[in-house]
């Protein structure tokens, strides 16, 4: 960063400091101007004896603080929103060892591993455009593998990054190998539902291993825990950013060859996707670790837009259904549309939580999030009452009987969910309450997801 960039930071830091005492200042009466020049002298002292413009900042703040009960409340309040700023926009030299140049070189390398590991199967003659016919076989070993080829290294990773010890690691290892194992051994009966349940459980259920990487020594509290949830919201708004750039990418690069007499498809089929698909998430993840600042202010802003459409739509459909009064056809395609709007919905209800300031009364945005989650149950409980008709008609089946078991799971989640923000949102409880809840239930869903993957095969063959 510049030097005229670092002072431009500073003078932000500094805007923001004088307004909070100015809104402040009818309960206390200070002289900001006198303070402000006290500040800057600070900060000054700082900077010559060898600080960064925001450390120094960061400090001065500090001290003022021991002088200045504004000041004080100023650093209590946006503390760790200014040791976020702080990381964001140091130097080089001061990033610790595991970070900079490291950092970046580490995540290309395992990119670059996880790109080379889809084509593993290959060397064997098997071919991803054929994957979809073996799965009908019982096959399929891209179907099986394909979160297997990608979320091993990137738990790794983090793994690096966050420096685990070597219990840790060990488990995350075990863990992964005997999910290879199981998925690539099991002999799935041809044509089952159990083989594409276990093809869709399985990436939920290592997704909490990729937590616990992630977390590092904290997953067992909740900050640890919210942190990954944006983290994955975060990875998400990336990777989606850095697919239309390689589909815009790779549109121009056919166009190219074409023009020369060249058929690029089956490159771009064969290596380019796939290869780009699964090194993206690493990079991706790379993305969000070195760029935090800079997603921080558009993710809210994505919430914010999306949550207030999902939860009209989610009405308007409640409305319908008791305006027609006709009942909710739920078929494999209908049902699974239905909950991935669901999973959608509970999506952006984390990464509303995760992205909102807990000390903020509540406000009109909360309001908006209260009618998404009641919206959200309602819509559950039909399809609940749908699935359990389904069932009591034609019987038990592996796709029902996860459906049902998912729903249900769901329908506990939003439902102790809008209790909780209800009572915040009528200043009748607290919003770390509803952040607890949020995190510890978690790993009910990695927990659901194992057993679809592991006992379904044996109860329903």
């Known amino acids: 960063m510049s030097s005229m960039d670092h002072a431009q930071r500073l003078e932000e830091q500094i805007d923001q400091w004088r307004s909070y005492l100015r809104r402040r200042q009818a309960i206390h009466a200070v002289d900001i101007a006198e303070l402000e020049d006290h500040l800057r002298e600070q900060i000054a002292g700082l900077t010559d004896a060898g600080l960064a413009p925001d450390e120094a900042f960061l400090v001065a703040v500090k001290r003022m603080g021991e002088l200045d009960a504004l000041s004080r409340e100023f650093a209590c309040e946006h503390s760790d929103r200014l040791w976020k700023q702080l990381v964001a926009f140091a130097p080089e030299s001061a990033e610790p060892a595991t970070g900079g140049r490291?950092?970046?070189?580490?995540?290309?390398?395992?990119?670059?591993?996880?790109?080379l590991a889809i084509k593993l199967p290959a060397l064997f003659g098997l071919r991803l455009d054929q994957d979809v016919e073996l799965l009908d076989q019982g096959a399929g070993v891209y179907a099986r593998n394909m979160s297997l080829f990608v979320l091993p290294f990137l738990a790794g990773y983090f793994a690096w990054k966050r420096q685990l010890g070597a219990a840790s690691v060990r488990w995350l290892?075990?863990?992964?190998?005997?999910?290879?194992?199981?998925?690539?051994?099991?002999?799935?009966a041809p044509g089952s539902d159990t083989l594409a349940l276990a093809v869709l459980h399985l990436p939920i259920a290592l997704w909490l291993l990729v937590g616990v990487?992630?977390?590092?020594?904290?997953?067992?509290?909740?900050?640890?825990?919210?942190?990954?949830?944006?983290?994955?919201?975060?990875?998400?708004?990336?990777?989606?950013?850095?697919a239309l750039g390689g589909g815009v990418l790779t549109g121009f690069m056919a166009l190219l060859f074409q023009a020369i007499g060249i058929n690029a498809e089956p490159f771009f089929a064969f290596w380019l996707l796939p290869c780009c698909a699964m090194g993206a998430v690493i990079v991706g993840a790379w993305l969000v670790e070195a760029k935090q600042s800079v997603i921080e202010n558009m993710?809210?802003?994505?919430?914010?837009?999306?949550?207030?459409?999902?939860?009209?739509?989610?009405?308007?459909?409640?409305?319908?259904?008791?305006?027609?009064?006709?009942?909710?056809?739920?078929?494999?395609?209908v049902l699974i549309a239905f909950d991935l709007l669901l999973a959608?919905?509970?999506?952006?209800?984390?990464?509303?939580?995760?992205?909102?300031?807990?000390?903020?009364?509540?406000?009109t945005f909360d309001v908006v999030l209260v009618v998404l989650v009641v919206s959200a149950l309602l819509a559950d409980a039909v399809a609940l009452w749908a699935i359990a008709a389904r069932i009591s008609e034609f019987g038990f089946s592996a796709n029902r009987v996860a459906a049902l078991g998912e729903n249900a799971i769901l329908l506990v989640n939003l439902a102790w969910s809008a209790?909780?923000?209800?009572?915040?949102?009528?200043?009748?409880?607290?919003?770390?309450?509803?952040?607890?809840?949020?995190?510890?239930?978690?790993?009910?869903?990695?927990v659901w997801a194992a057993i679809v993957v592991v006992v379904f095969p044996l109860l329903f063959g």
């Open 173 to 188: 290892a075990v863990a992964f190998v005997a999910a290879i194992a199981f998925v690539n051994i099991w002999p799935f």
């Open 419 to 446: 209790v909780l923000y209800i009572r915040f949102a009528r200043g009748r409880g607290s919003f770390a309450a509803l952040e607890r809840w949020q995190t510890d239930y978690l790993p009910v869903y990695a």
């Open 299 to 333: 993710a809210p802003v994505l919430t914010r837009l999306f949550a207030p459409l999902f939860a009209a739509v989610l009405v308007a459909f409640l409305a319908a259904l008791l305006w027609t009064g006709h009942g909710l056809d739920i078929g494999r395609n």
């Open 213 to 242: 990487a992630y977390a590092g020594g904290r997953w067992g509290q909740v900050d640890g825990r919210m942190d990954f949830i944006r983290f994955s919201g975060e990875l998400f708004i990336y990777y989606v950013l850095i």
């Open 102 to 115: 490291t950092d970046a070189i580490v995540a290309f390398g395992l990119a670059v591993a996880a790109a």
């Open 344 to 363: 959608v919905v509970l999506g952006l209800l984390l990464y509303s939580l995760s992205a909102r300031d807990p000390r903020a009364a509540p406000g």
